[in-house]
């Protein structure tokens, strides 16, 4: 997949093709990709795609990210993320769902990608049990971002440490949901994922 040129052929290219909603979806990803990490992600290598159809096993997922190491990265939307309205797709808005949201948690599975690839021949960082929601690459792609995104801290004594949940972690399901269950934990003042000092969270 050849990256686009400029912001202005990317943001152009997810219009024509999703209309304003897929230029939303464009803004987000140039937003976030090169800012949210420790090490910046290549934006306009990135392809955002709108689908309202049912995506998975049960209509349970509301996004996929699909990319190989330098080949870039596919990130698709269901119909949880986006509808079609009288010929047109809008993005769904409310107060359990924020398009940002999905964008940033796929723009996380591409972190994730290359921090096991950076420590591929470390045991500890191998895929454990369950996929991609539960290793150290997604745990760690998640601290990274907190602070910017949420202006809170996902330090490694929150992190889960399995289907046993241990006293001061997070749970597995919690941690899957990223970022959308971390506003209700944050929310409610939980603990296990502190503020920080607001000048650091720029």
């Not at 910046?40 to 392809?47: G, S, V």
Request: with cysteine; hydrophobic share 35%.
């Amino acid at each position: 997949m050849k990256p686009f040129h400029s912001h202005e052929e990317m943001l152009d290219a997810h219009e024509l093709m999703f209309g304003n909603a897929g230029r939303q979806c464009a803004e987000i990803v140039l937003h976030w990709a090169t800012t949210l990490f420790a090490a910046p992600l290549d934006a306009l290598n990135i392809r955002v795609v709108l689908a309202p159809v049912e995506l998975g096993p049960y209509n349970r997922h509301a996004g996929y990210q699909y990319g190989r190491d330098g080949e870039g990265v596919f990130i698709l939307g269901n119909r949880h993320i986006v509808r079609l309205n009288h010929g047109t797709l809008t993005l769904v808005q409310n107060d359990h769902w924020l398009s940002d949201d999905f964008i940033v948690h796929e723009l996380t599975h591409a972190r994730q990608a290359q921090l096991l690839l950076e420590h591929s021949s470390d045991k500890d960082w191998k895929k454990k049990r369950g996929g991609f929601h539960r290793d150290r690459g997604w745990y760690a792609a998640i601290a990274e971002a907190c602070p910017k995104y949420l202006g809170v801290e996902f330090p490694q004594s929150s992190w889960p440490t399995g289907p046993r949940t241990r006293k001061g972690t997070l749970t597995e399901v919690e941690a899957t949901h990223w970022p959308n269950s971390f506003r209700y934990l944050i929310a409610a003042g939980d603990p296990r994922l502190p503020k920080i000092p607001t000048s650091r969270c720029t």
